[in-house]
């Protein structure tokens, strides 16, 4: 569960960012979201090849 944790505090504060950025045209908002942004690919990528050795065992 601790994935589940993981996507859901990256999805938060993104969320916040996003608001920021596209409400109030806070530019260093739209930075921090496009690098959670690729956090949140990075750990989808993880969790995908964790999913698939798992189903490979």
Same mark, same amino acid.
Request: net charge positive; hydrophobic share 35%; charged share 40%.
């Given at each position: 569960?601790?994935?589940?944790?993981?996507?859901?505090?990256?999805?938060?504060?993104?969320?916040?960012?996003?608001?920021?950025?596209?409400?109030?045209?806070?530019? *260093?908002?739209?930075? /921090?979201?496009?690098? @959670?942004?690729?956090?949140? #690919?990075?750990? *989808?990528?993880?969790? /995908?090849?964790?999913? @698939?050795?798992?189903?490979? #065992?």
């Amino acid at each position: 569960m601790s994935r589940i944790d993981e996507v859901k505090n990256l999805m938060s504060e993104l969320e916040v960012d996003l608001q920021k950025f596209y409400e109030k045209g806070n530019k *260093a908002a739209g930075t /921090r979201a496009r690098k @959670q942004l690729q956090n949140l #690919k990075k750990l *989808a990528q993880e969790i /995908r090849l964790e999913i @698939q050795d798992i189903k490979n #065992k």
